[in-house]
Each structure stands twice: as structure tokens, then as C-alpha cells.
């Protein structure tokens, strides 16, 4: 250091003295002197307790007549049994601070301590609420972007009450509610489901705002939705909801979205298949349900589609649906449904031995339908994998085996087998 102790304390106080001095003398330089320097104290200024009674102009500053402290010769020290938390705003001058809004504002602002800026905060709750509430909304978004949660607490305080919100152009909204501070986002989220005419949004923002991971901008969202009127044509936009992000949101928007189609007339492929396709789980349980509570249910281009689908909750309950419904269904749906899951590559390993099992019971009951349905085992005996392989040649034995009249369609069928 380049100061003994002693000589450090004689300079602070003499440096404190000019601005005492000053502000008897001349209370508004004092105050725009006061802006100046408070505005230059950092949070390692102030980080503890002692650091900040260390500072001998700050503390007379901001805390000169407050009865949590006393000044002995050495320095700012707390009153008997008083600490830190008993320490309130009780400035020098502090009529004169209450006479100019601006400079406390200008504090506030430029401040980069956190305990000055509390203590602006404080003069203007308590001197210059009218103040700031007459102030643009252009003002208050000041605050309310602040990295300080402090004072972005008192921007959104004041933007509550502000009657001009409607000046900010929307897309000023929507740019703020792309940030990661949840507080933040909370807090302008119900202000705008609040204040904001859906009327002023566009369509593509209010899906896009629902279909966000960030809880409280997805609830935005769904409550912008809500409040429009749609129809079939909007049908398309709609859809994409089912790859909203938010699983808190999620699943009042996907009652939302069914509800909403369902006002629009009879369910179409197209939409049921969606929800199916989503790639979240819970989605598709929905699609489930509406695809059980509709005609689609019957409909073979609907199952032909859905056993393309890579999401094995949805492939492994169609096989077993298949399964339930193949005794009454038409055969040359069944046999086409059969045929998709056998011939399918790249999915769906896991349901073929059951389509084969299904396929050897149909045939064992309707030997006539033979040339059609060995072509289907075919595929699976020639597969290179082993399951299928396995299920099916243990198939074409067993009907071998159990039914004579079948044995010359197998020989012709599988020349390679030994019979």
C-alpha cells in the first residue's frame, strides 16, 4: 500500500470533508458531485460488511444518519448490538437527494455496486413513485432489463401500472422473452398475458411462443392462442404444436389443440397421424386416443402409415391391435397390414415374430388363402435375421406338420426345404 493506516483515514476524511462542505454550501453541486462518484464504486467495494464501512465517503453517502452505526475516531462501526441487517438508507443531504429524481435515477442507472443501488432504489420508492410512474415505458424497460434483480423487481412493478404499453411495438416484447433469466420471463410473461391485445401478435409468434421450452413464455403462448378465434383453414399452423418443448405446458396445450380440431368437423388422417408421429411420448398417447375415438381406427392407410412410425409405443400396440381385429377385418386389409410390417427393413424387428405368429394362425384356419399367405412366410424364412428366420421356418414346419393339404403349396413354395 502506498499509505500507512493513519494517513489512509486523515485522507478519507479530508476527501469526505470537501464533499460535506460542498453540500452545505451548494446542495445541488452536491448532489450531481455525489452522482459522479457513487456511480464508481464496484461490488468488491462493498462485498462484506467491513469493506463497505471501510469507505468512509460512501457510507456518509448513503448511511450517515442511520442509528444502526456510529463513527468513533477510527472509522464507521455498528451500534451495540446492531449489524448489517438493521442498516437502512439514511443519507447525507437527504433532502436534497428527495428534491432531485433525476439524480437518483442516474444512480440507479450508471450505479455498478449493488448496495448503491439498492439505496437509489429505496430514495425512489419513497420519494419519487410519482415520478417514475409518469415516466415512458421506453424508462421503465430500463430498469426492467437491469442484470440487477432489484431493479428489475422495481421496472416491472412500475410497468404494471404503466398505461402506455402499447406503444412498444410487439416485436420489442418478443425479443425480451428470448432471454434465459426465468425470473425475468415470468414476470414479463404474465404481464403480457395480461396487458397484451392477442390482436397485435401474429399468428406465427403466438405458436411459436407456445411451442418454447421456457415455462413461462409457453404459457404466453397458450393463452395468446386462446384468445383467437380459428378455423379448419388454420388447421396446417396448428399441427406443429405437437412438438411443443415444454412438458409442464404440454399437455393443457395438446387438450387445447384437440379440443380446437375437433371443433373443426371430423377428425382428418392427417391430423390424428401427427400427434402420432410427435416426437414426444405423451403426444402420441394422445394421438392414441383420438385415433381409437374415431373412424380412422378402420382405416388401413392410417395403420399402413403408422407402421412406418420409429416410436415402438406406437408400432408395438398397432401389432397387437392387429392381432385383436384380424379374425373380423377384412383379410385383404390384414394381409396388406401383415405385408407392411414384414417388408419393412429398417423397423419394426421387434413385432414381426408376432405378425409371423399371426400369419401361421390365419393360415392353419384358412388353408385356401395358401398362395397369398406363404408368400408373406417366405419373407420371413429368407430374412438374415435371426428371429424372424427362426419364427418363420418354425411356422411353415408346424403348418407342415398339422395339415397335409398344405404340403404341396410349401414344397412349391420353399423348394429348398427337406419335406
Known amino acids: 500500500r502506498l499509505f500507512s493506516l493513519p494517513t489512509r483515514r486523515y485522507l478519507r476524511r479530508r476527501a469526505w470533508r470537501y464533499f460535506r462542505l460542498l453540500g452545505?454550501?451548494?446542495?445541488?453541486?452536491?448532489?450531481?458531485?455525489?452522482?459522479?462518484?457513487?456511480?464508481?464504486y464496484s461490488d468488491a467495494d462493498t462485498d462484506s460488511d467491513i469493506h463497505l464501512l471501510d469507505n468512509w465517503g460512501l457510507t456518509h453517502t448513503l448511511f450517515r444518519d442511520s442509528p444502526a452505526l456510529v463513527r468513533p475516531a477510527k472509522g464507521w462501526e455498528f451500534a451495540p448490538g446492531r449489524s448489517l441487517a438493521d442498516l437502512t438508507p439514511a443519507p447525507y443531504r437527504e433532502e436534497a437527494w428527495a428534491a432531485d429524481a433525476q439524480a437518483v435515477f442516474a444512480v440507479l442507472l450508471g450505479a455498478q455496486s449493488r448496495a448503491v443501488r439498492q439505496w437509489a432504489v429505496w430514495l425512489l420508492r419513497k420519494y419519487h413513485e410519482g415520478w417514475l410512474a409518469a415516466q415512458p415505458v421506453t424508462v421503465l424497460l430500463k430498469l426492467a432489463d437491469h442484470s440487477d434483480p432489484d431493479l428489475s423487481a422495481?421496472?416491472?412493478?412500475?410497468?404494471?401500472?404503466?398505461?402506455?404499453?402499447?406503444?412498444?411495438?410487439?416485436?420489442?416484447?418478443?425479443?425480451?422473452?428470448?432471454?434465459?433469466?426465468?425470473?425475468?420471463?415470468?414476470?414479463?410473461?404474465?404481464?403480457?398475458?395480461?396487458?397484451?391485445d392477442p390482436e397485435r401478435v401474429a399468428v406465427t409468434d403466438a405458436l411459436r411462443l407456445a411451442g418454447y421450452r421456457s415455462r413461462p413464455v409457453a404459457e404466453l403462448g397458450l393463452s395468446l392462442l386462446k384468445r383467437?378465434?380459428?378455423?379448419?383453414?388454420?388447421?396446417?399452423?396448428?399441427?406443429?404444436?405437437v412438438q411443443a418443448e415444454n412438458e409442464s405446458v404440454r399437455p393443457e396445450l395438446m387438450r387445447w389443440l384437440r379440443d380446437t380440431l375437433a371443433g373443426f368437423g371430423p377428425a382428418r388422417p392427417e391430423w390424428v397421424l401427427e400427434f402420432l408421429d410427435s416426437k414426444h411420448a405423451d403426444v402420441r398417447a394422445v394421438g392414441w386416443e383420438c385415433l381409437s375415438e374415431?373412424?380412422?381406427?378402420?382405416?388401413?392407410?392410417?395403420?399402413?402409415?403408422?407402421?412406418?412410425?420409429?416410436?415402438?409405443?406406437?408400432?408395438?400396440?398397432?401389432?397387437?391391435?392387429?392381432?385383436?381385429?384380424?379374425?373380423?377385418?377384412?383379410?385383404?386389409?390384414?394381409?396388406?397390414l401383415w405385408a407392411t410390417v414384414l417388408l419393412n427393413i429398417a423397423r419394426s424387428g421387434r413385432h414381426k415374430p408376432g405378425v409371423i405368429a399371426q400369419v401361421v394362425a390365419r393360415l392353419a384356419e384358412h388353408p385356401a388363402e395358401a398362395d397369398r399367405l406363404l408368400a408373406l412366410l417366405a419373407v420371413a424364412v429368407r430374412s438374415l435375421r435371426g428371429p424372424e428366420f427362426r419364427a418363420g421356418l418354425t411356422g411353415v414346419v408346424h403348418l407342415a406338420e398339422t395339415n397335409a393339404d398344405l404340403v404341396p403349396a410349401i414344397r412349391q413354395r420353399f423348394p429348398e426345404l427337406q419335406m
Open 24 to 40: 452545505k454550501r451548494d446542495p445541488a453541486r452536491y448532489i450531481k458531485a455525489a452522482v459522479s462518484f457513487l456511480t464508481r
Open 154 to 196: 422495481l421496472g416491472f412493478d412500475l410497468l404494471e401500472k404503466a398505461p402506455d404499453l402499447n406503444t412498444v411495438p410487439v416485436e420489442e416484447w418478443l425479443t425480451r422473452l428470448g432471454g434465459d433469466d426465468l425470473e425475468k420471463l415470468r414476470r414479463l410473461s404474465a404481464l403480457l398475458a395480461r396487458r397484451l
Open 228 to 241: 383467437r378465434t380459428w378455423s379448419v383453414a388454420d388447421a396446417p399452423l396448428l399441427l406443429p404444436l
Open 294 to 336: 374415431s373412424p380412422l381406427r378402420d382405416d388401413p392407410a392410417v395403420w399402413h402409415r403408422l407402421f412406418e412410425s420409429p416410436y415402438d409405443d406406437v408400432r408395438g400396440p398397432l401389432v397387437a391391435e392387429l392381432a385383436r381385429r384380424a379374425g373380423g377385418a377384412d383379410p385383404d386389409t390384414v394381409r396388406l
